[in-house]
């Protein structure tokens, strides 16, 4: 790539000088952002850094305080989400928002079917579509209905959405945070035949491996300004991590000090036969231990912490907690029994979007605050929202903001927050750094290991296998809904791991 930056005829975005402010906080202070024709661009911050915020203004969904946006050379303002798409700059959100009850085809075409008269000429938008998904290799029957597919190939609809508009510049949020590593191969095989076609990505992610395989720039944000622009060659993956959390981070782990002891939680034979789920999953759980769930999208390892967690029913089997079998009829008994569960699709099933933080911190254990006369304690609510905020380093102008206006990394730490105040004896967590930066990825693990250091119990469904090889004690592996093994973290590797999860496909 020339690095002649000088010439502005190369550039097909930029946002200048762009500020954005909300009661209470400057979401955006002078940022800027220049997208060469044809280039993968990384956006990078830590979570409230602003990058959403900025994307936003770039779609008229905020309008913005100062700053110009110059598309093509000329200055745009789009007042509309649907303007920016008609003028050529797409998004694919990490949150698909798609009709799930209609088919692929209507999902790509809504709102503009092609028409034959008066009615929607159904032959040409399913030919357009097939045209689409042949141009990007993705092998789908347009008359599916969208409800029936995996979150990886709902995300594949969405990119062949974007190219349908003619896409000149589309902005990929989290875009593998969902993804195997077969299927993030094939998005970057998608990636790069858009490159050839000259269109630009904007890539926000915060998985430093991705963004030094496939883009070409990056661009820095922290607390709303731009820090630096550098061409990836040029800058290393810890420099990147300094200038995002401007703190130098040397190790992505903390060290770990906690010793696991004695058995807490006891599965045996476990199975739920719902959809069909799990079968025979048997393992030990050691007070103090911190258990990783490996395996690949629909090993059924989130339908192993649910059925754990009485959210899905158990058929065969049994639990046992300290030693004596436990029958959760429902959620709420293995709440009151020291079980808690952070999900992994925190904006369906996570948080109260409408409420404010404090409201999302204390739902989950609302009779601590109840007084002798029935009354709410407010002074305990307000001590405990602070914890929250505070021990999670929660980015937010107050405890009463909504939830909802607070990036998806700020939501999850309120979320695990939440469940810490319940002070669980065994920690259920799925997924719980999806879409999180470096900076707070390292915070939660050092909650995890703080609380296996108290004896507690953590079990962590993840699919980074670097998160589980840097921060676990063992690691379960599922396939196909069955135990495919269990491996000291110490003395096991990505291969073998991958082997394992491999071993009933």
């Not at 002649?4 to 975005?13: G, P, R």
């Not at 883009?215 to 300004?225: A, N, P, S």
């Not at 990825?441 to 296998?465: H, R, T």
Request: glycine letters at 6%; a negative charge; aromatic letters at 6%.
């Amino acid at each position: 790539m020339n690095n002649d930056t000088t010439q502005k005829d190369k550039y097909l975005l930029e946002m200048l000088n762009v500020s954005k402010e909300f009661p209470g906080v400057k979401a955006l202070d002078g940022v800027n952002l220049r997208i060469r024709k044809g280039s993968v661009h990384a956006l990078m911050g830590e979570n409230g850094a602003g990058k959403s915020t900025l994307m936003k203004c770039l779609f008229g969904i905020y309008h913005m305080d100062e700053g110009q946006i110059l598309f093509e050379e000329k200055p745009v303002n789009f007042t509309s989400s649907r303007n920016a798409l008609d003028n050529g700059v797409s998004m694919v959100h990490q949150e698909l928002n798609q009709v799930r009850t209609t088919r692929i085809m209507d999902n790509i075409w809504l709102g503009r079917f092609p028409m034959k008269g008066l009615f929607v000429d159904e032959e040409k938008m399913y030919q357009d579509t097939l045209q689409i998904f042949k141009d990007l290799d993705i092998n789908l029957d347009p008359r599916q209905k969208i409800g029936s597919l995996p979150v990886s190939e709902s995300q594949m609809v969405e990119i062949a959405k974007a190219v349908s508009y003619n896409s000149k510049i589309i902005v990929m949020d989290e875009p593998t945070s969902s993804l195997t590593e077969n299927e993030v191969a094939h998005l970057f095989k998608i990636i790069k035949s858009l490159q050839e076609r000259q269109v630009s990505i904007i890539y926000i992610s915060h998985k430093m491996e991705e963004i030094a395989q496939i883009c070409d720039e990056v661009t820095i944000m922290r607390d709303g300004k731009w820090i630096d622009t550098k061409f990836i060659k040029d800058i290393t993956t810890d420099e990147i991590i300094n200038l995002m959390v401007g703190r130098d981070l040397t190790h992505r782990f903390p060290p770990k000090h906690n010793k696991p002891g004695e058995v807490i939680l006891k599965v045996e034979n476990l199975t739920a036969l719902y959809q069909p789920s799990i079968k025979d999953v048997s393992f030990d759980l050691r007070k103090g231990e911190i258990l990783g769930v490996a395996g690949l999208v629909g090993a059924k390892r989130t339908d192993l912490v649910e059925a754990i967690f009485a959210e899905r029913q158990v058929s065969e089997g049994r639990i046992e907690l300290h030693g004596k079998e436990v029958k959760f009829k429902n959620p709420e008994e293995a709440i009151k029994n020291g079980l808690a569960l952070v999900t992994e699709e925190r904006r369906v099933t996570g948080i109260f979007p409408n409420q404010d933080i404090s409201f999302n911190s204390i739902i989950a254990n609302l009779n601590k605050y109840v007084t002798k006369i029935r009354f709410l304690d407010e002074d305990k609510i307000l001590e405990d929202t602070n914890w929250v905020v505070d021990s999670m380093r929660v980015k937010t102008p107050s405890n009463k903001t909504r939830i909802m206006s607070l990036s998806g990394g700020n939501q999850q730490k309120v979320i695990i927050g939440r469940w810490l105040l319940t002070e669980p004896d065994v920690l259920l967590l799925d997924e719980p750094t999806r879409g999180i930066d470096v900076g707070a990825k390292y915070d939660i693990y050092q909650l995890m290991i703080d609380l296996a250091s108290k004896d507690k119990a953590v079990i962590m469904v993840s699919s980074e296998m670097p998160e589980l090889l840097g921060i676990t004690d063992r690691i379960l592996v599922m396939s196909n809904g069955r135990l495919a093994g269990i491996v000291e973290t110490a003395t096991t590797n990505q291969e073998e791991i991958l082997k394992l999860s491999a071993k009933y496909l």
